[in-house]
């Protein structure tokens, strides 16, 4: 039987290579003397680990950081081991196990992650620490306990909950995190996000761990003039028709045409991540043209009003916005949904 290729996509997502390398070398540069690192979890917020941790190792990047364990396979084909680092930590003597036999590093959290550690021989290591967001990470009364102090730590991590506002509780956690320094030895210290970089140098410490802003996003005013937008997406038209007055389109009929109109159904929905609530107001370009969306968003198409550029047809591709931070308030959607949210069809 003969291998049979699959016709091309409907759909399509490019990742802008000099932009998302520009991006680090960006934040890198504000980060002053702390070098920065890349979260890479989830999926590179859903632009693909494949496509982007080679551009970001290629701009200089030397640290990555993941969520999950089950995320290492994807990163490790194009970085060292050392290089990684898994936020979630040692849940289970497994994961100790496979951080021993591969070199990733693992985030310690907990007093029980870190005896677990050490019961299955120990070594380097990171800790968090947490200083107000209150998700993970050992307290700061924990910092004297034998079983930290005996831990072999690299990086004192803490992580900002408020950093995308000018909020008391960001001089807060830089002080509490500020005390713990002293407490308890470590090589370097961390606790700077995207949105923490743009806080200034007293944010900075060692080492920096942006994401979002990595990928586009723009978590606070300062950092418009220096991130570029990575993610590009188009969609092709699948169908054109005409209805007529009176007739409705989609789900739940939450359009009703007040004349005739030439529209098109288009290759993307919410199984894609076009969440509904891109929807109403939404509109898909072409040419600089705007395309308003009509009615309810579906898991593999919407439908396009065609009065601004009837010339198009089956086949026809047309851009999806993504600038995050004009979409994200067109939507409601956060940045980081916006991204995250990208489907498999998309993806693959």
């Given at each position: 039987m003969h291998e049979t290729s699959a016709p091309p996509a409907s759909l399509r997502l490019t990742v802008n290579d000099d932009a998302l390398g520009a991006n680090w070398r960006a934040l890198d540069a504000m980060s002053g003397a702390a070098r920065a690192a890349a979260a890479v979890k989830a999926d590179c917020y859903g632009l693909g680990a494949d496509t982007c941790?080679?551009?970001?190792?290629?701009?200089?990047?030397?640290?990555?950081?993941?969520?999950?364990?089950?995320?290492?396979?994807?990163?490790?084909?194009?970085?060292?081991?050392?290089?990684?680092?898994?936020?979630?930590?040692?849940?289970?003597?497994?994961?100790?196990?496979?951080?021993m036999?591969?070199?990733?590093?693992?985030?310690?959290?907990?007093?029980?992650?870190?005896?677990?550690?050490?019961?299955?021989?120990?070594?380097?290591?990171?800790?968090?620490?947490d200083t107000g967001i209150n998700r993970l990470g050992v307290s700061p009364d924990q910092l004297s306990d034998s079983v930290i102090q005996s831990l072999s730590i690299d990086t004192l991590l803490s992580h900002l909950a408020s950093a995308d506002e000018d909020s008391t509780m960001n001089a807060r956690q830089l002080e509490a995190f500020r005390a713990c320094l002293p407490l308890?030895?470590?090589?370097?210290?961390?606790?700077?996000?995207?949105a923490g970089i743009a806080l200034g140098p007293d944010y900075a410490f060692d080492l920096t761990r942006p994401g979002l802003a990595l990928y586009g996003g723009i978590p606070r005013p300062e950092l418009e003039d220096a991130i570029r937008q990575v993610a590009s997406i188009e969609a092709a038209i699948i169908q054109t028709?005409?209805?007529?007055?009176?007739?409705?389109?989609?789900?739940?009929?939450?359009?009703?045409?007040?004349?005739?109109?030439?529209?098109?159904?288009?290759?993307?929905?919410?199984?894609?991540?076009?969440?509904?609530?891109r929807g109403p107001g939404g509109v898909l370009q072409h040419g600089g043209r705007e395309l308003p969306i009509l009615g309810?968003?579906?898991?593999?198409?919407?439908?396009?009003?065609?009065?601004?550029?009837?010339?198009?047809?089956?086949?026809?591709?047309?851009?999806?916005?993504?600038?995050?931070?004009?979409?994200?308030?067109?939507?409601?959607?956060?940045?980081?949904?916006?991204?995250?949210?990208?489907?498999?069809?998309?993806?693959?």
């Open positions: 941790v080679p551009i970001l190792r290629d701009a200089g990047c030397d640290q990555f950081f993941v969520a999950h364990w089950s995320e290492v396979a994807e990163v490790i084909r194009h970085v060292s081991p050392e290089q990684i680092a898994v936020l979630h930590g040692p849940l289970r003597d497994a994961d100790a196990d496979y951080a036999a591969t070199g990733v590093v693992p985030v310690i959290n907990s007093l029980d992650q870190a005896q677990r550690w050490i019961a299955r021989g120990g070594g380097r290591c990171h800790l968090m620490i308890v030895q470590h090589k370097s210290a961390s606790l700077a996000n995207s028709r005409t209805i007529g007055q009176g007739e409705s389109v989609g789900y739940n009929c939450t359009f009703t045409a007040d004349r005739e109109m030439r529209v098109a159904t288009v290759s993307i929905g919410y199984a894609d991540g076009f969440l509904r609530a309810k968003v579906s898991m593999d198409m919407i439908v396009v009003d065609l009065a601004n550029a009837p010339g198009l047809e089956e086949g026809d591709w047309l851009e999806v916005p993504f600038n995050l931070p004009d979409v994200a308030r067109q939507s409601s959607v956060s940045q980081y949904e916006l991204l995250t949210t990208i489907g498999r069809r998309l993806r693959h």
